[in-house]
């Protein structure tokens, strides 16, 4: 299923991933594509917060990977310096696929041939103001 939604300010884009964390059950893989700036991790933020974890998301461009505990598990990846094979298994990418945890990777496109089948895609692209973003999921199973 495709689903398209405007946001306009990241405070509506918070709210969006928050109605995302209250279906989340754990295992699901979220793969996000979108320029920088885009609210990637704003979306993570509402995603995280509503799952109890805190308001303590930042982007794991240098560390790769960042944990938060909250109802669920959230895996937080960024793979913008990714460019290869080896790179993806340096990360332990792999041995998170098989978990109850919820996995947010930003720049998906990096590693889209590693992705399962069912992966959840949240494209983010700019809208016709500054602040405006449009949100399209694909692959989630129900109306949201």
């Given amino acids: 299923m495709r689903q398209e939604f405007i946001t306009h300010s990241a405070t509506e884009t918070r709210a969006l991933a928050t109605r995302l964390a209250a279906r989340l059950q754990g295992g699901e893989v979220l793969a996000f594509t979108g320029g920088m700036g885009m609210g990637k991790t704003a ?5 995280v917060s509503a799952l109890g974890a805190g308001d303590v998301v930042s982007s794991p461009t240098f560390a790769i990977v960042n944990e938060y505990v909250g109802r669920l598990t959230v895996e937080h990846f960024d793979m913008y310096r990714i460019t290869g094979w080896d790179d993806l298994y340096s990360t332990g990418f792999f041995d998170y696929l098989d978990t109850d945890c919820v996995l947010i990777v930003e720049w998906s ?15 983010i692209r700019p809208g016709t103001t500054e602040t405006m973003r449009v949100i399209t999921l694909e692959g989630w199973k129900e109306e949201l």
């Fill in 43 to 47: 979306f993570t933020s509402g995603l």
């Fill in 109 to 123: 496109e990096n590693i889209e041939a590693a992705l399962p089948k069912d992966t959840l895609w949240i494209h």
